[in-house]
């Protein structure tokens, strides 16, 4: 179990730290904090305006409508609480600071299980279509009148090398694509090169 990012009653002197920077309303609390955290934690509202109405309660914030927003700010008495807890406020940003850390963690550690999982997946989905190949190729080889045996094992590797081709290369698109590294050039570069082999192939069985 992930251990809590806020210990108890640290998230309500926190809130008390961020109004006292600006008044905000209720999603602008909600984003700082995800902000913080640098994305990996957002509360919900659920958590946040609980606290809200207890401050409120205790005088140590006000709310006042704007528009549809309701904004909150902190009074005097919010202002004294917060400085005479610098010290537990120093402490909070240290352990948010092994929360951050801690929660980056767990999201890289994720990150890399569904890598080695797609990996996995591809190199299944390779094997899959290689035995479908060769069982293809062998099929239609056969049932061909004009082959010989060795247009019929010619044909049949050239199947295997273009399978084999197009799977190692699904496999290098997917591994970059998460880095927005596969681009149109990327795939008109692909298109310029495998017509150019093509025709490479066709004249070499035009001259035969």
Request: aromatic content about 4%; overall charge neutral; glycine content about 6%.
């Amino acid at each position: 179990m992930t251990p809590p990012v806020f210990a108890h009653g640290n998230l309500r002197l926190y809130l008390l730290a961020l109004l006292e920077e600006q008044p905000r309303h209720g999603y602008e609390l909600i984003q700082a904090l995800s902000d913080r955290f640098g994305g990996t934690y957002s509360p919900s509202a659920g958590t946040i305006y609980p606290r809200l109405a207890k401050l409120e309660e205790e005088g140590l914030v006000t709310k006042t409508a704007d528009g549809r927003k309701t904004v909150y700010e902190i009074t005097a008495a919010g202002r004294a609480e917060v400085d005479s807890r610098r010290n537990d406020l120093d402490a909070i940003e240290d352990d948010l600071t092994d929360s951050v850390r801690r929660l980056a963690d767990g999201v890289r550690a994720e990150v890399n299980d569904a890598m080695r999982s797609l990996r996995a997946e591809l190199a299944s989905a390779a094997r899959e279509a290689k035995r479908a190949a060769t069982s293809t190729s062998a099929s239609a080889a056969s049932n061909v009148p004009g082959y010989g045996t060795d247009t019929s094992r010619a044909v049949h590797e050239a199947d295997l090398v273009l399978n084999e081709f197009r799977q190692q290369l699904r496999t290098d698109l997917r591994t970059h694509a998460h880095r927005g590294a596969v681009t149109a050039d990327s795939v008109g570069l692909l298109k310029a090169r495998l017509a150019q082999v093509r025709a490479d192939v066709l004249a070499s069985l035009v001259e035969r």
